[in-house]
């Protein structure tokens, strides 16, 4: 704050700008001010005499503290106080006085009102409000089954260790796993082909030869693949991308008339969750049991990665169709006319034993 002739000049500059009538008027206004004070701080310091002598206060209150000189200085600030309070007339007509002698040219920018903060909305607090189960991760349809405890994807296909085999240098044995895994991962768990559609991913891993057969017998079977796990168009949907798998592949050597290599042994259990199209609430689980073997070898100057004897069991399916695609049976689906044979096994088994027709199984 100014002081001493610095506040006289800006004060004298001030008035200057003000007309006789309405400087007559703000300094009795100030005058009026200052006796009102003097007033207030008389009966303070009484009270504070009193409090004291009573021992009401606790302390020294302003008792014997030195009386405050009202002078020049709070009659400038009361005229420039009323000023500001009674139409903004300094920010309006000299700006250069609130802005250390600098001149604004441009209008004065409008004195903004005091934010307010909207009432709020009761519908928006009701919606920010957390809600039981807000935030919970919503449930697995894998939960409670073994499959909850599965590699998800392709990292359930483990491979053994590449070693070279059955004539096979080492380098060649770990081509063929990765084209292997790569086979598995198209026909367990390509999505358009699971739902119906085209095999493309895996008719393109194979070798001239085995797909122009592949595609043959495709045909012949009205869509269906071999070695390619499917379910009929329009019977399902996949509840989730997750598709869970375990499993082994064995390294073992094979021997023919014609040629020697290596044979892979695959075994795995692969778990799919599903729901009728647009009815989510009818998720179940589908275990299939896909078997078989490939063949690695040389031939031509090439490697070549020949599946054979692929197959694969499913439940729960329905034992009325021989189409060669898995029609899952929902909770709510009829009673087929082909009923089930054997005792219940376990679809979850790794282990177990090939069954012929359609068999019975415990729940997924």
């Given at each position: 704050?100014?002081?001493?002739?610095?506040?006289?000049?800006?004060?004298?500059?001030?008035?200057?700008?003000?007309?006789?009538?309405?400087?007559?008027?703000?300094?009795?206004?100030?005058?009026?001010?200052?006796?009102?004070?003097?007033?207030?701080?008389?009966?303070?310091?009484?009270?504070?005499?009193?409090?004291?002598?009573?021992?009401?206060?606790?302390?020294?209150?302003?008792?014997?503290?030195?009386?405050?000189?009202?002078?020049?200085?709070?009659?400038?600030?009361?005229?420039?106080?009323?000023?500001?309070?009674?139409?903004?007339?300094?920010?309006?007509?000299?700006?250069?006085?609130?802005?250390?002698?600098?001149?604004?040219?441009?209008?004065?920018?409008?004195?903004?009102?005091?934010?307010?903060?909207?009432?709020?909305?009761?519908?928006?607090?009701?919606?920010?409000?957390?809600?039981?189960?807000?935030?919970?991760?919503?449930?697995?349809?894998?939960?409670?089954?073994?499959?909850?405890?599965?590699?998800?994807?392709?990292?359930?296909?483990?491979?053994?260790?590449?070693?070279?085999?059955?004539?096979?240098?080492?380098?060649?044995?770990?081509?063929?796993?990765?084209?292997?895994?790569?086979?598995?991962?198209?026909?367990?768990?390509?999505?358009?082909?699971?739902?119906?559609?085209?095999?493309?991913?895996?008719?393109?891993?194979?070798?001239?030869?085995?797909?122009?057969w592949f595609l043959r017998d495709m045909k012949k079977?009205?869509?269906?693949?071999?070695?390619?796990?499917?379910?009929?168009?329009?019977?399902?949907?996949?509840?989730?991308?997750?598709?869970?798998?375990?499993?082994?592949?064995?390294?073992?050597?094979?021997?023919?008339?014609?040629?020697?290599?290596?044979?892979?042994?695959?075994?795995?259990?692969?778990?799919?969750?599903?729901?009728?199209?647009?009815?989510?609430?009818?998720?179940?689980?589908?275990?299939?049991?896909?078997?078989?073997?490939?063949?690695?070898?040389?031939?031509?100057?090439?490697?070549?990665?020949?599946?054979?004897?692929?197959?694969?069991?499913?439940?729960?399916?329905?034992?009325?169709?021989?189409?060669?695609?898995?029609?899952?049976?929902?909770?709510?689906?009829?009673?087929?006319?082909?009923?089930?044979?054997?005792?219940?096994?376990?679809?979850?088994?790794?282990?177990?034993?090939?069954?012929?027709?359609?068999?019975?199984?415990?729940?997924?």
């Amino acid at each position: 704050m100014p002081h001493g002739d610095d506040l006289d000049a800006r004060f004298n500059e001030l008035v200057a700008q003000i007309d006789e009538e309405q400087q007559r008027r703000m300094r009795a206004a100030a005058v009026k001010g200052a006796k009102e004070q003097r007033r207030t701080d008389r009966l303070a310091r009484r009270e504070s005499r009193s409090a004291r002598l009573s021992g009401e206060s606790g302390g020294y209150g302003d008792y014997g503290s030195e009386p405050r000189r009202i002078g020049r200085a709070w009659i400038a600030m009361a005229v420039i106080t009323s000023l500001i309070t009674a139409a903004g007339v300094i920010v309006a007509f000299r700006p250069d006085l609130l802005t250390s002698g600098v001149v604004v040219d441009d209008p004065p920018a409008p004195i903004a009102e005091p934010a307010v903060e909207p009432a709020g909305n009761p519908a928006d607090e009701a919606a920010e409000e957390p809600t039981e189960g807000a935030g919970e991760e919503p449930t697995s349809p894998f939960a409670g089954s073994p499959a909850e405890k599965y590699a998800e994807g392709a990292a359930g296909f483990a491979l053994p260790e590449a070693k070279a085999l059955g004539g096979l240098s080492k380098k060649d044995v770990a081509k063929g796993l990765k084209l292997t895994r790569e086979l598995m991962a198209a026909a367990f768990l390509d999505k358009k082909a699971l739902l119906g559609g085209k095999p493309s991913a895996f008719t393109k891993l194979l070798s001239p030869d085995q797909r122009d057969w592949f595609l043959r017998d495709m045909k012949k079977h009205k869509g269906s693949a071999a070695f390619v796990i499917q379910f009929a168009k329009g019977t399902a949907e996949l509840s989730t991308d997750v598709i869970k798998v375990r499993g082994r592949v064995k390294l073992g050597t094979f021997k023919d008339r014609w040629r020697r290599g290596v044979e892979l042994r695959l075994n795995h259990i692969v778990v799919y969750a599903v729901h009728r199209p647009g009815r989510p609430d009818t998720t179940i689980r589908v275990v299939a049991h896909p078997k078989g073997r490939v063949w690695l070898y040389r031939e031509e100057g090439r490697l070549v990665a020949w599946p054979l004897d692929w197959r694969a069991s499913s439940t729960p399916a329905s034992c009325d169709t021989r189409d060669g695609f898995i029609h899952p049976v929902y909770e709510d689906s009829p009673r087929g006319t082909v009923a089930p044979t054997g005792a219940p096994v376990d679809p979850y088994e790794l282990e177990e034993d090939d069954s012929e027709g359609c068999a019975a199984t415990q729940g997924t």
